[in-house]
């Protein structure tokens, strides 16, 4: 009556016994770690694994072992202090053509590994590090996307011979062109209709025509300016050296970074939030700079200002900009010791930058530094102000800077130098920029949380023994109260606890405080499954049924209410992941897989175990509960 087939026997025993194994690399830890991967073209062989070597050893840095990963290679350390030193090193004698990163290596045995056994991921408030809340200005993206349309309906209107007396944006994103007749007029919305489907045009007095982005194509925009930030953010996080970074979109124009084990959180905060990038113009030297000064510039060109102040006269026309730079990386001049940044561009950019310098041998080419700042704006008090419609106002600020202005002396190709840096840091911050691409629209940073790695270890420590307490105080109740059954019931717990964190390390989740907090959640909750077995059971004996009958109709009759009280809260779990985020969502899935390993334990494993003491007696007088 009371007894599973083998084959059901040997089916649990497999899924517990598996589930110990995966979880058992949590036991072991991490070593700190250094990853080296190839950027830029270079290549991780065993030139560079034997050079890394020969580094470390002369710096006398021990380490554990050097391993093959996916992209290149990982060095182990037993302490943090060396991997941090190591880390240092390593990237300075390598160069830019490597990225190195700090990272964790799983300490668990190599028959673990072998089995695909890995530890879960430690989150931000378990292992530290700086957590980022950005904000994209879709403002700023919409109005640059304007900008460029104006520029492009300019010269297309141009090709087709269509005469216009202004175009120009006004402040409140309105596209306005205005003709000197009828006739032009028609011409051109023809053309806007046929190449400029974004726009929805609209006929005005006195010849005029008013055009606005449709709203198909501002979600675009939006969509294609958070995608872009997404990516160039991660670039320039790789191009930090952190290993196992979070970066994700949150709502509609957010997006959280996560950076674990970050030390130097000014420079992150530096780097994340500048939208920075080149635009190369050629100096105007027909003009006078100090005419352009007194009286203005002439048209087509612009008076900008160098790091000193000293203004200087350049044509508006781009030649090209930071969109066709493929690599950059920042070093000294041998001949001046000052820093520079070396410059590689793709075909476009070295193909344009060729024909310029063909042809303007003895004239000046200037490198502008472009870069765009929004913060909010404040009244004196510091409150953020806010405008009519209740949102709060930003301001965005656009720094031109030019960086050098150099003589042509010969024809280039398609690497060049930049000079006149004011610092090695400054250079280094540049070429990172550089190389991990513009922003497609400003960020600012709304939030920010900093945890300390001594932080997160003591999170650690009281949240297992937070679980571990609670998980021994209802193993002593159980046992008190429903004695054999109540200790049986205790090895089922157990089974659940392993059981769950081996799911969650086969699905490499990260585990973070509202994490634990769901194991903690998870061990109260999976006993409540017995509970009601267990008084079912104790109500068939009241009812004078043999203790045989009495285990069974406490299983059978105890399923319904048990399977009905657990997904009601696995609803309640699924709708916290559906519409929160974050740590909301980490809470939520693990609440969601321990409903279903506490179902499998308290019913399958709990069962077993019963089954394999009273159930092999025939004649059974007696049970412990």
Same mark, same amino acid.
């Given at each position: 009556?009371?007894?599973y ?9 497999l899924?517990?016994? /598996? ?12 070593n ?25 050893? %002369?710096?006398?840095l ?10 290149g290679?990982?060095?182990? $350390? ?23 990163a ?9 028959w ?13 408030? /378990? ?19 304007l ?15 269509? =005469?216009y ?25 023809r ?37 872009q ?6 670039? =320039?996080v ?35 939030g ?28 612009? +008076?900008?200002?160098d790091?000193?102040?000293q !203004? ?5 026309? *781009? ?7 493929? #690599?950059?990386?920042?070093? *000294?001049?041998?001949q ?16 344009? #930058? %060729? ?22 704006? =404040? ?6 102000i ?8 930003? *301001?965005?600020r ?13 024809? /280039?190709?398609?690497?060049?130098? +930049? ?8 250079? =280094?911050?540049?070429a ?9 629209? !400003? ?13 997160g270890?003591?999170? +650690? ?17 159980m ?5 054999? $059954? ?15 964190? %081996?799911? /969650?390390?086969?699905?490499?989740a ?14 109260? &909750?999976?006993?409540?499954? #017995? ?7 104790r ?5 004078? #049924?043999?203790?045989? %009958?009495?285990?069974?109709?406490? $299983?059978?009759?105890? &399923? ?11 609803i309640?779990?699924?709708?916290? $992941? ?22 499998f ?25």
């Amino acid at each position: 009556m009371n007894q599973y087939p083998w084959w059901k026997n040997a089916l649990i025993g497999l899924v517990v016994v /598996l589930g110990l194994i995966y979880a058992l690399p949590n036991l072991y830890g991490d070593n700190p770690a250094v990853e080296i991967q190839a950027a830029h073209g270079a290549v991780v062989d065993h030139a560079t694994v034997a050079r890394i070597r020969r580094l470390l050893a %002369a710096a006398q840095l021990p380490y554990k072992r050097i391993s093959r990963v996916a992209k290149g290679v990982q060095v182990r $350390f037993t302490r943090a202090g060396v991997q941090m030193r190591a880390r240092d090193l390593i990237g300075q004698k390598l160069g830019p053509g490597f990225h190195t990163a700090l990272a964790l290596a799983p300490a668990a045995p190599s028959w673990l590994r072998a089995l695909g056994a890995r530890p879960m991921y430690l989150g931000l408030d /378990l292992r530290g590090g700086v957590h980022f809340l950005l904000r994209v200005d879709m403002h700023a993206a919409l109005h640059k996307t304007l900008v460029e349309d104006v520029r492009a309906l300019r010269r297309a209107l141009r090709h087709h011979h269509i =005469r216009y007396r202004e175009a120009r944006l006004t402040k409140t994103g309105v596209l306005e062109l205005r003709f000197r007749n009828v006739v032009q007029a028609h011409e051109a919305r023809r053309l806007m209709a046929q190449q400029f489907t974004d726009l929805a045009v609209s006929s005005g007095p006195h010849h005029t025509l008013r055009a606005v982005m449709t709203p198909a194509a501002i979600a675009a925009r939006q969509h294609y300016a958070l995608e872009q930030n997404l990516t160039a953010l991660r670039r =320039r996080v790789n191009e930090l050296g952190v290993a196992a970074p979070v970066i994700q979109q949150e709502g509609q124009s957010r997006i959280v970074v996560e950076l674990p084990g970050v030390e130097d959180i000014a420079r992150a905060k530096e780097i994340l939030g500048r939208t920075a990038t080149l635009e190369i113009h050629m100096v105007d030297s027909k003009n006078s700079l100090a005419s352009a000064v007194s009286n203005g510039a002439p048209p087509g060109t612009r +008076i900008y200002y160098d790091r000193h102040g000293q !203004p200087i006269l350049l044509y508006d026309r *781009v030649l090209y900009s930071g969109d066709d730079i493929t #690599n950059a990386s920042a070093g *000294v001049d041998p001949q001046t010791g000052q820093p520079v940044v070396n410059i590689t561009l793709n075909g476009r950019g070295a193909a344009i #930058n %060729a024909r310029v310098t063909r042809h303007n041998v003895g004239q000046r080419m200037a490198v502008v530094y472009v870069e765009v700042q929004s913060h909010l704006k =404040r009244n004196d008090q510091g409150v953020p102000i806010r405008g009519p419609d209740g949102r709060r106002v930003r *301001v965005t600020r656009k720094i031109e800077r030019v960086i050098t202005a150099p003589v042509i002396r010969e024809a /280039l190709g398609g690497s060049f130098q +930049i000079t006149g840096i004011g610092s090695v840091r400054q250079a =280094r911050n540049l070429a990172l920029l550089l190389r991990a691409g513009a922003l497609a629209a !400003p960020v600012s940073i709304i939030a920010e949380r900093t945890v300390g790695p001594s932080l997160g270890a003591a999170n +650690i420590t009281r949240g297992f023994y937070a679980t571990l307490f609670g998980f021994l105080a209802i193993a002593v109740f159980m046992a008190v109260y429903y004695r054999t $059954f109540g200790v049986l019931a205790a090895i089922a717990l157990a089974s659940n606890v392993v059981l769950l964190v %081996a799911v /969650l390390s086969v699905l490499q989740a990260t585990l973070t405080l509202p994490g634990i907090a769901g194991i903690a959640l998870t061990v109260g &909750m999976a006993i409540d499954a #017995n509970v009601l077995i267990f008084e079912r059971i104790r109500e068939e004996l009241r009812n004078k #049924n043999s203790p045989q %009958a009495a285990i069974a109709a406490g $299983f059978d009759k105890a &399923m319904g209410t048990i399977v009905d009280s657990n997904m009601t809260t696995f609803i309640a779990g699924l709708a916290l $992941f559906w519409l929160g985020s974050g740590s909301v969502r980490g809470f939520a899935i693990t609440l969601c897989l321990g409903i279903l390993t506490s179902l499998f334990s308290a019913i399958l494993v709990t069962r077993a175990l019963v089954n394999a003491v009273y159930g092999r007696r025939r004649r059974l007088a007696h049970v412990g509960i």
